[in-house]
């Protein structure tokens, strides 16, 4: 049995003002139109702050200070397994742009439901839900 290859992927988890950076997929893209936290795949050799400050550079046009990783989520899709890795982000200089993104919006923790993420981002969302939400105990 032939195992998966892996894709490593980065993404950043940039909070302001109590909303969070999200990006859509163009329709181009694997996965097309689909909502996710910005970032992209890790190049052979290269640090994951690295990568991620590349691709948000390039898709964004923002530079960022990378922080401590947030989520490792591992999700099998058909073809491959996607590596994904959150880190935790700042915006430094620069206000994004929507350059190789179909999209961007900041939304509320609670309005994340409203939008389509693929898998490995989906189980991304549902921790920070769990993370954000207020207490239920009486």
Same mark, same amino acid.
């Given at each position: ?8 992927? /980065? +993404?950043? !988890?940039?909070? *302001?003002?109590? &909303?969070? #950076?999200?990006?859509? %997929?163009? =329709? ?44 490792? /989520? +591992?999700? !099998?899709?058909? *073809?491959?397994? &996607?590596? #994904?890795?959150?880190? %935790?982000? =700042? ?48």
């Amino acid at each position: 049995m032939d195992e998966k290859p892996h894709v490593r992927v /980065v +993404a950043a !988890e940039i909070q *302001r003002d109590g &909303l969070y #950076l999200i990006t859509q %997929r163009r =329709e181009s893209a694997v996965l097309p139109l689909l909502w996710e936290f910005p970032g992209g795949r890790v190049e052979e050799g290269e640090a994951d702050a690295e990568a991620l400050r590349r691709e948000l550079r390039g898709r964004l046009g923002v530079d960022v200070e990378v922080g401590d990783l947030a989520l490792h /989520v +591992a999700h !099998e899709y058909d *073809r491959y397994v &996607l590596d #994904l890795m959150v880190y %935790r982000a =700042e915006l430094r200089a620069g206000e994004p742009q929507a350059r190789t993104v179909r999209d961007l919006r900041w939304v509320r923790p609670e309005e994340l439901a409203n939008f389509q993420f693929p898998g490995a981002d989906q189980q991304t969302v549902d921790a920070l839900l769990a993370e954000t939400a207020p207490s239920r105990r009486a």
